[in-house]
């Protein structure tokens, strides 16, 4: 693979393209640790920009077949840093030291989301069509709620929220089901 040959051995456009397909490969979990870190999704989506313009002009000095998610946490962690020194506002924020503990518990368990989402997509496989469209409708765009749903589907608000309590009690099993099984912890 050409991740692991090493920056020299791979053209430019070898190494960029190697380069955006592990930043596609990772760019939901940057998203999400963004968030973790800053608990607000609108600073995240603002944060993350930031990231991206960094990671893009920064790229050549990432070495190919290291650790990618090692890198781009820490300058999405010195990012965070930037911007909530940028943005101090009068009220409660989490201290610098909490936002560096969560940075590094994010790390350190980017193996298991990545195994819980894998998870997740084998058993949202294993439902039955009704359960899928359902989770589908109310998951698939932010925007809608469950009374959108019930009314486009023509049930009863009510009925479509003890649906998805079942649906996803029963994601929850299966995935704790299938990492147990694959000893995943």
Not at 38 to 47: Q, S
Not at 118 to 128: T, V
Not at 168 to 183: F, N, P, W
Request: proline share 1%; with cysteine.
């Amino acid at each position: 693979m050409a991740e692991n040959r090493g920056n020299s051995n791979l053209s430019e456009r070898e190494r960029r393209d190697a380069f955006a397909r592990l930043f596609a490969q990772h760019d939901r979990w940057l998203f999400a640790y963004l968030v973790s870190l800053l608990g607000n999704a609108a600073h995240a989506e603002e944060v993350f920009q930031e990231v991206c313009v960094v990671l893009w002009r920064e790229y050549e000095t990432f070495r190919l077949g290291t650790d990618f998610v090692r890198w781009v946490s820490v300058i999405a962690h010195n990012q965070v840093h930037r911007f909530r020194r940028q943005e101090r506002r009068a009220g409660l924020q989490l201290s610098d030291a909490t936002v560096d503990l969560l940075a590094q518990d994010a790390v350190e368990r980017i193996d298991l989301l990545e195994s819980r989402r894998d998870a997740l997509s084998r058993c949202l496989d294993k439902l039955p069509d009704s359960d899928r469209q359902l989770v589908r409708h109310c998951y698939g765009d932010s925007r809608v709620t469950f009374k959108t749903v019930a009314q486009e589907l023509g049930r009863p608000a009510n009925s479509v929220y003890k649906a998805l309590n079942r649906i996803r009690r029963a994601l929850y099993e299966c995935i704790e089901r299938t990492l147990a099984v694959e000893g995943v912890r």
